[in-house]
């Protein structure tokens, strides 16, 4: 059975409805160790397993410094992962709010949708700071709606305390990668660089043993779900646990491959452990803690392909989430294709697969097949191919794709930095006034204006002068025809700067 996990729980049927049920936890006194339920929606869950399983993510810092709660902070918005015996899961959608009196609200849902539950997460913020009356009211008259699918747009109405009625409209986002409803890499990138990012990966189709770490929920969260999915279409299939409380630490210490968000105040106690061959990577430092060594098993080619359109993806930030997605899957397309010939009644022939391969790429696949992730996929291509449902996504057609899809992406890039180019350029001519005093001109005070450098044909600035050049005639034709400009008398002027 799969055990791509966080926590096993026995769990009913899922269910078609938005969201399954409601947990509002807090904490009373700083020398609480676990927090009490304050509020549960349906009552039937108050004793139930995925209660006190869920209790344990909501203030997962608490016997390490519950202090830091009793100070205000902006709220967190967080999520987790329930994964059920069977392979089923179970999301954990949180809005968690400290100070004077710190408590999180938990929505439980069969669906994987961050964008639409942080909107119904922002109601419930809304309405808490009326009444907490508010908040229950709205949860109560949502939770019995189906949820939208993907693209799907439902109104919702809801009552006040007072009797006013309220529509209020909930959006479900469509990606080409249905994972992308769920995670971001827009902030992964904003705490590491490409060349970390990079390096996670290889830790990942090793299946090493790796880390994660930050003083914010939020940000812990949001990183090791992009992380865990960098590996699509693959599934990690050890540990897995986005949040783990310091109470649960001993996991650090498994001897098995997994993948462990940890906040920082639980550092201290992480380091009691007997740790070995650990990657352990800082988020807020974007630095590494512990950087063991990782095999680099990816063919040298398409490592570099890889690296250069992750580097592409991280300075323009543009369209960063299906992006990042199409280099990813552009990778293991290369590496794959082909592989669709070589199944048979007796299965997957992987001596046959490797025999069309160059020896840099059966040097991959003698590392990869070890992995539990490449038994699975195969497993489950398998049964595809049985059930008539099989689609192979490492095509040469879906190559293409994804190719002409981040060309049009790099090209629009582009296009939109030499627009900024331009428009940067035209700005500073128009607000800048010659200097005529013969000392140079000071450097720019902005690290935001461009620089072409390696030009010889080039001013201070950096600008290639064939293209300011040009800015200045077209300038200083239209303020020479304005008739509203007024006329000054000619002077000899040493020009400098962008003239």
Same mark, same amino acid.
């Given at each position: 059975s799969?055990?791509w996990?966080?926590?096993?729980?026995?769990m009913?049927?899922?269910t078609?409805?938005?969201?399954?049920?409601?947990?509002?936890?807090?904490?009373?006194?700083?020398?609480?160790?676990?927090? #009490?339920? #304050?509020?549960?929606?349906p009552?039937?869950?108050?004793?139930?397993?995925?209660?006190?399983?869920?209790q344990?993510?909501?203030?997962?810092?608490?016997?390490?410094?519950?202090?830091?709660?009793f100070?205000?902070?902006?709220?967190?918005?967080?999520?987790?992962?329930?994964?059920?015996?069977?392979?089923?899961?179970?999301y954990?959608?949180?809005?968690?709010?400290?100070?004077?009196?710190?408590e999180?609200?938990?929505?439980?849902?069969d669906?994987?949708?961050?964008?639409?539950?942080?909107?119904?997460?922002?109601?419930?913020?809304?309405?808490?700071?009326?009444?907490?009356s508010?908040?229950?009211i709205?949860?109560?008259?949502?939770?019995?709606?189906?949820?939208?699918?993907?693209?799907?747009?439902?109104?919702?109405?809801?009552?006040?305390s007072?009797?006013?009625m309220?529509?209020?409209?909930?959006s479900?986002?469509d990606?080409?990668?249905k994972?992308?409803?769920?995670?971001?890499?827009e902030?992964?990138?904003?705490?590491? #660089?490409?060349?970390?990012?990079?390096f996670?990966f290889?830790?990942l189709?090793?299946?090493?043993?790796?880390?994660?770490?930050?003083?914010?929920?939020?940000?812990?969260?949001?990183c090791?779900?992009?992380?865990?999915?960098?590996?699509?279409?693959?599934t990690?299939?050890?540990?897995?646990?986005?949040?783990?409380p310091?109470?649960?630490?001993?996991?650090?210490?498994?001897?098995?491959?997994?993948?462990?968000g940890?906040?920082?105040?639980?550092?201290?106690?992480l380091?009691?452990?007997?740790l070995?061959?650990i990657?352990?990577?800082?988020?807020?430092?974007?630095?590494?803690?512990?950087?063991?060594p990782?095999?680099?098993?990816?063919?040298?080619n398409?490592?570099?392909a890889?690296?250069?359109?992750?580097?592409?993806?991280?300075?323009?930030?543009?369209?960063t989430?299906e992006?990042?997605?199409?280099?990813l899957c552009?990778?293991f397309?290369?590496l794959?294709i082909?592989?669709d010939?070589h199944?048979s009644?007796?299965?997957?022939?992987?001596?046959?697969?490797?025999?069309t391969?160059?020896?840099?790429?059966?040097?991959?696949?003698?590392s990869?097949?070890q992995?539990?992730?490449?038994?699975?996929?195969?497993?489950?291509?398998?049964?595809?191919?049985?059930?008539?449902?099989?689609?192979?996504?490492?095509s040469?057609?879906?190559?293409d794709?994804?190719?002409?899809?981040?060309?049009?992406?790099?090209?629009?890039?582009?296009?939109?930095?030499?627009?900024?180019?331009?428009? #940067?350029?035209?700005?500073?001519?128009?607000?800048?006034?010659?200097?005529?005093?013969?000392?140079?001109?000071?450097a720019p005070?902005?690290?935001?204006?461009?620089?072409?450098?390696?030009?010889?044909?080039?001013?201070?600035y950096?600008?290639?002068?064939g293209?300011?050049?040009?800015?200045?005639?077209?300038?200083?034709g239209?303020?020479?025809?304005d008739?509203?400009?007024?006329?000054?008398?000619?002077k000899?002027?040493?020009?400098?700067?962008?003239?």
């Open positions: 799969k055990k996990c966080c926590i096993k729980l026995n009913s049927e899922p078609a409805t938005l969201f399954n049920c409601v947990f509002v936890f807090d904490v009373h006194n700083k020398s609480d160790i676990i927090p #009490s339920l #304050s509020y549960v929606f009552p039937t869950y108050e004793d139930s397993k995925l209660c006190r399983e869920t344990q993510f909501c203030f997962p810092e608490l016997s390490s410094n519950s202090k830091s709660l100070t205000s902070k902006d709220p967190e918005t967080f999520s987790f992962i329930l994964t059920g015996g069977d392979g089923s899961k179970r954990g959608y949180c809005r968690r709010f400290t100070g004077t009196n710190p999180c609200f938990i929505l439980v849902s669906f994987s949708s961050f964008s639409l539950f942080s909107h119904i997460l922002d109601i419930v913020e809304e309405r808490r700071k009326v009444s907490k508010e908040v229950f709205f949860l109560r008259s949502i939770l019995a709606r189906d949820c939208p699918s993907p693209g799907q747009t439902i109104e919702v109405e809801s009552f006040s007072q009797g006013n309220q529509t209020l409209s909930l479900r986002s990606c080409t990668y994972y992308l409803d769920y995670v971001s890499y902030k992964l990138f904003n705490h590491l #660089s490409h060349d970390q990012v990079l996670i290889r830790a189709i090793t299946e090493s043993r790796i880390i994660v770490v930050s003083k914010s929920l939020s940000v812990l969260t949001s090791i779900l992009a992380i865990s999915t960098l590996i699509y279409p693959f990690w299939q050890h540990i897995f646990i986005p949040i783990l310091v109470s649960l630490i001993d996991y650090a210490a498994a001897p098995m491959p997994f993948l462990i940890i906040l920082e105040d639980s550092l201290d106690a380091f009691t452990m007997p070995e061959e990657l352990i990577i800082d988020l807020d430092k974007s630095s590494y803690i512990e950087k063991p990782i095999p680099d098993i990816i063919p040298n398409l490592g570099k890889l690296s250069s359109k992750l580097l592409d993806i991280h300075s323009h930030k543009n369209n989430n992006m990042t997605a199409h280099a552009r990778l397309c290369k794959f082909g592989y010939q199944f009644e007796n299965g997957f022939d992987f001596e046959g697969f490797l025999q391969k160059t020896s840099d790429v059966v040097f991959f696949f003698e990869f097949s992995c539990q992730m490449f038994d699975m996929f195969i497993v489950e291509n398998e049964e595809m191919i049985r059930e008539g449902t099989f689609d192979n996504i490492f040469q057609e879906n190559i794709k994804l190719d002409t899809t981040l060309n049009l992406v790099r090209k629009r890039s582009r296009s939109k930095l030499s627009r900024s180019i331009s428009k #940067s350029t035209l700005v500073r001519s128009i607000s800048r006034k010659p200097h005529t005093s013969h000392q140079s001109m000071p005070a902005s690290s935001n204006e461009f620089r072409l450098e390696g030009s010889d044909d080039s001013n201070e950096g600008i290639e002068t293209t300011v050049k040009s800015a200045r005639d077209t300038f200083m239209a303020m020479e025809n008739p509203n400009v007024p006329k000054k008398k000619k000899k002027k040493k020009m400098f700067g962008l003239f």
